[in-house]
């Protein structure tokens, strides 16, 4: 437990409490004693809310933390302006109504004003909160465009989702950065999950359960990012991806082949995850000796095919007549490409 912050937390509401016996000792006996206790009460609860909330909301961002404070900031600001401007008008009413009425003029002055100030902060934080992305203070300079947790943001596309590998690697921890899903690769992802094509739909449907394992780890900043730039009209959604990138200044994550290269013809930065791992295979070298199960026979005359655990591809020679079996082969040569790899070896013996 943090003592400061309790102790922050304990000054906090001993002020609220404060500020509470001042508003209604400065009234003197001009307000009823349930008005005073309503008054009391709507301090103290309010101060409790808000403890409560900042309890319970663990995870608490900069970006908005900042909207806040200059959304508050300008509120008050505008809400002195307007005090100036309505001073006229509640000076006429106390001259009218007289001292003597059921809501003292002052009292009546500083509802309105605390009324007035609270809609528009809350006008003001509202409008900073939504429009984080792209506003932009000169001074002090405080750019909220980039909206990143790392030093820069991963684009998802929508075949990396489908792929789900995304969430093994992010569970591990080795990835800080915020990822961002835009919609229109959400909508994407939706129609293929309500294709009428079966293999399409179960994929799209893998995808959007990915999409929730993600946003049900606390560990990963996930957002949807909802804005579509005015550029992006028109285009197709690879080129949507790219244009999103090089606004929030992040990297796309993909395992498309040609979204790939598009983005490295683009300048824009990439992370292919099948390069990721084919990185993170084991590498055979010739010579080595290894076992695995041919399931089909190869393109050449007696060559047969097996595969690893993780997919990888064995060109087996000599091996086609040993289909269904387990085989010891020397590995011979490895071929490695940025859509996977395959390892060519010879038959020795049958394990």
């Known amino acids: 437990m943090n003592l400061s912050l309790w102790a922050l937390r304990a000054f906090f509401f001993l002020v609220s409490v404060g500020l509470a016996i001042s508003v209604t000792s400065g009234s003197g006996n001009r307000i009823s004693f349930a008005t005073t206790l309503a008054i009391y009460a709507l301090f103290v609860i309010g101060s409790i809310v808000a403890i409560v909330l900042d309890v319970l909301i663990k ?26 401007a309505l001073t006229p008008a509640f000076e006429n009413y106390a001259a009218t109504i007289g001292p003597d009425a059921a809501l003292p003029p002052d009292m009546l002055k500083s509802i309105v004003i605390a009324f007035l100030g609270v809609i528009i902060s809350y006008i003001c934080v509202s409008f900073l909160w939504q ?3 792209d506003f932009r203070f000169i001074i002090p300079y405080v750019e909220f465009s980039k909206d990143v947790r790392g030093a820069m943001p991963y684009i998802l596309d929508t075949s990396v989702v489908i792929d789900g590998r995304i969430a093994d690697i992010v569970e591990t921890g080795i ?3 915020q990822l ?7 909508m994407e992802l939706q129609a293929i999950a309500d294709s009428s094509d079966r293999l399409r739909r179960s994929r799209g449907r893998r995808g959007l359960d990915v999409l929730n394992r993600l946003r049900s780890n606390e560990n990963v900043d996930l957002k949807i990012y909802d804005r579509e ?3 992006m009209k028109g285009q197709p959604v690879d080129l949507k991806l790219l244009t999103l990138a090089k606004h929030l200044g992040g990297k796309v994550v993909t395992g498309d082949y040609n979204l790939n290269k598009v983005a490295k013809l683009q300048n824009v930065p990439v992370i292919n995850l099948n390069e990721v791992a084919n990185s993170l295979k084991p590498v055979f070298l010739p010579g080595e000796q290894m076992s695995v199960k ?8 007696t060559q047969g ?3 690893l655990d993780d997919g990888t591809m064995i060109v087996i020679e000599d091996g086609r007549q040993h289909i269904g079996n387990t085989v010891n082969i020397m590995v011979t040569s490895m071929l490695q490409t940025n859509a996977g790899r395959m390892v060519f070896g010879k038959f020795e013996s049958v394990a």
């Open 305 to 307: 095919v097996g595969y």
């Open 294 to 301: 041919v399931v089909k026979a190869g393109e050449g005359p």
């Open 59 to 84: 995870r608490k961002r900069i970006d908005l933390i900042t909207s806040v404070y200059f959304g508050i900031l300008v509120g008050l600001l505008l809400t002195y302006i307007f005090s100036l």
């Open 180 to 186: 961002i899903l835009p919609r229109f690769a959400l």
């Open 131 to 133: 429009t984080k992305d």
């Open 175 to 177: 990835i800080e950065n």
């Open 229 to 231: 730039l005015p550029e």
